[in-house]
């Protein structure tokens, strides 16, 4: 169906606890004929803490990654929110200051390919490959679903890094869920922070945030809410139980990765996009839309 082909990222989370993320990346850019290549031996990148601790660690660790990318084919395919932030962000930094990036290419003996692009899974479906043919292969169409997309902090913004659409009224993931049939809802909070990497050291601050997110979801009529992030999924589908504990209420609300939509609407079976580790079950849900 496509000849686009990509270097792939998949970043610690997608190997460990977000798991189901990168099955379900994988199958659906199968399923979609778009080639993945991984690239080997990629390190972590530092994700949200490393830059609080040592800017030049930070950097040098995207630019290795960045270096590392160039062994494979196409630009760089990544599914972490936070992975596409620091990759874009170590670009940005780097090409506008020449003092940081002799040190970034002395620590990692090696020149740093600015010019690599690095891009976010929805960038490849929604623009490279078009919903044009992303709905042409739909089998199952997500017809009655309301979605709530979540951008969350770190995908549109800061507006000169990720360059991903407007940084403050995008449209990128109600774009993809048209393409497949879903119906997105109009809500507040799809920008809004879900705390992060806080969810350790700062638990009661996490669990606040995320319940105003799920709050401002449900009130919307959504049905789940779909995400591009492991942090924000985390936040905010392993954690939903304790919120509603704290905050009495009654969510029962299924946290999608877009991956795992699209795969639905695609006709991957349901097994091979990861669901059953999803910590709030989206069964009942899925069987009342019958897409299941």
């Known amino acids: ?7 792939y990222y998949p970043g610690c989370s997608l190997h460990a606890s977000a798991s189901e993320y990168d099955l379900s990346t994988r199958e659906v850019f199968k399923a979609l004929g778009i080639g993945l290549d991984e690239v080997p031996d990629w390190i972590c990148c530092g994700a949200t803490p490393a830059h609080n601790v040592d800017e030049l660690l ?93 951008y969350g902090c770190l995908l549109t913004r800061p507006p000169e890094v990720p360059q991903l659409d407007d940084c403050e009224a995008p449209t990128i993931m109600e774009r993809l869920l048209q393409a497949v049939g ?17 969810t350790l050291s700062r638990p009661g601050v996490v669990l606040q ?42 969510y029962d609300m299924p946290i999608f990765y877009l991956t795992q939509l699209v795969g639905l609407a695609l006709g991957v079976p349901a097994d ?13 849900l899925l069987r009342e839309k019958m897409l299941l």
Not at 1 to 7: A, H, K, P, V
Request: glycine letters at 6%; proline letters at 3%; a neutral charge.
């Open 272 to 284: 091979r996009l990861g669901l059953d580790a999803l910590i709030v079950s989206p069964q009942r």
């Open 58 to 150: 930070s950097l040098s660790l995207c630019a290795k990654n960045l270096e590392l990318a160039e062994q494979v084919p196409g630009d760089m395919a990544v599914a972490c929110a936070a992975c596409f932030s620091r990759l874009k962000f170590a670009q940005h930094v780097l090409k506008e200051n020449d003092q940081k990036l002799r040190q970034v290419e002395q620590a990692i003996d090696a020149k740093v390919p600015l010019d690599q692009t690095v891009k976010h899974l929805l960038e490849i479906l929604v623009q490279d490959l078009g919903t044009e043919r992303l709905s042409q292969a739909v089998r199952k169409p997500l017809s009655g679903l309301k979605v709530a997309c979540y």
């Open 1 to 7: 169906m496509s000849e686009l082909r990509y270097s």
């Open 209 to 250: 945030l995320t319940n105003a997110v799920l709050d401002s979801a449900k009130a919307a009529g959504a049905d789940c809410i779909m995400v591009g992030c492991p942090l924000c999924h985390g936040n905010l589908d392993i954690r939903q139980k304790e919120i509603e504990g704290v905050y009495y209420r009654s």
């Open 182 to 198: 879903a119906e997105s809802v109009d809500w507040t909070h799809r920008m809004e922070c879900c705390g992060a990497n806080f």
